[in-house]
């Protein structure tokens, strides 16, 4: 029978022993680093989609809107189909149409009562401080016209959010772990008789 000494000075088996325990936390880093790559890739690929179909839907406006919105997400389901397992089935596009590029977003403004909204002068209070953009003496919030989508020299802002499956989700059979990518694209529509 071996003395306790003995057992005590007796190294065999302990990197084994230490492997498996930074095994699984090397594992993590590792997968974590694999899942943060792809989830970027997605996002940029989704970028580009957004960009390349808002400026390809600019060129044709005799499509009603219902099928100019159905064309850009065919346009975006073809670039992001190279991902496994995103399919697009469940993806959506906003858009607001501007007749002038300074109305496309709010004026900013100093929140001095930080209650998230702009509060314009009154018999008793100043107004919050704001940037003029347009030189008109007041905040201007943003002026989106009647149609999503405009008409001939229109500005139209383009949101899509495209719900992507993680990449080891799928592997490991976590159906429901997604991540809700976002794109925005700017385009203008082009007047009759421009070309591209």
């Known amino acids: 029978m071996a003395r306790p ?14 492997f498996a325990l930074i095994f699984p936390v090397l594992l993590m880093v590792i997968c974590g680093m694999i899942e943060f790559g792809y989830v970027n890739l997605a996002r940029t690929n989704l970028e580009s989609a957004v960009t390349d179909a808002a400026r390809q839907t600019t060129v044709d406006l005799d499509l009603e809107p219902k099928d100019r ?24 596009i906003t858009s607001k149409a ?17 209650n998230g909204v702009y509060d314009r002068s009154t018999d008793t209070l100043p107004g ?51 991540i809700n990518l976002q794109a925005t694209a ?3 529509n082009e007047r009759k008789g421009q070309t591209k």
């Not at 065999?12 to 022993?17: F, L, N, P, Y």
Request: glycine share 10%.
């Open 5 to 18: 000494s003995t057992l005590l000075a007796d190294v065999r088996g302990v990197t084994v022993v230490e």
């Open 69 to 92: 919105e159905e064309r850009m997400k065919t346009l975006i389901r073809d670039r992001m189909s190279p991902l496994v397992g995103t399919s697009g089935s469940n993806m959506t």
């Open 98 to 114: 501007f007749a002038d590029p300074a109305q496309s977003a709010a004026e900013d403004f100093e929140d001095t009562n930080r």
């Open 128 to 178: 919050e401080p704001f940037t003029d953009r347009n030189g008109n003496g007041q905040w201007d919030a943003s002026v989106a016209l009647d149609s999503a989508l405009g008409g001939e020299g229109d500005m139209v802002r383009y949101q899509a959010s495209y719900p992507t499956p993680l990449f080891f989700s799928r592997i490991i059979g976590l159906k429901s772990a997604t």
């Open 186 to 188: 700017i385009g203008r």
